[in-house]
């Protein structure tokens, strides 16, 4: 089990930059994947981007090129760098953690509460 708490949203104009932070309550080197959701109203929870517990990442279409993820196990915390911010980016941005811990149930889903991210015009 892990309790995730997401904090950096904000209000920001177009073409500017915002950073999540995703503080994990335990260590998170050993989870499989780490990752950010977002959520904007009337739309389902669509897929930002992952990074995995050997570095490796994965960006949705929409964001490739102006998102970052990073890992900082150190600090049990995993960051999104924003840059180059547009209005569709609006939505509530939720950290995400998928580990395996039971066998027999398959991966298990971790999730914060989510923080707000609007980006005006």
């Known amino acids: 089990q892990v309790q995730l708490e997401e904090s950096g949203g904000g209000l920001v104009q177009a073409g500017g930059s915002l950073r999540l932070s995703c503080v994990g309550s335990r260590n998170i080197v050993s989870i499989n994947n780490m990752g950010w959701y977002r959520q904007a109203p009337g739309n389902k929870r669509e897929f930002v981007a992952t990074?995995?517990?050997?570095?490796?990442?994965s960006y949705a279409d929409s964001v490739t090129g102006r998102f970052t993820i990073v890992r900082d196990n150190a600090r049990n915390t995993v960051y999104l760098q924003m840059d180059s911010l547009k209005p569709d980016d609006t939505a509530v941005y939720y950290c995400n953690a998928r580990l395996r811990e039971a066998k027999w149930r398959g991966w298990d889903d971790y999730w914060g509460r989510g923080t707000q991210v609007t980006v005006s015009s």
């Open positions: 990074v995995t517990s050997d570095g490796s990442t």
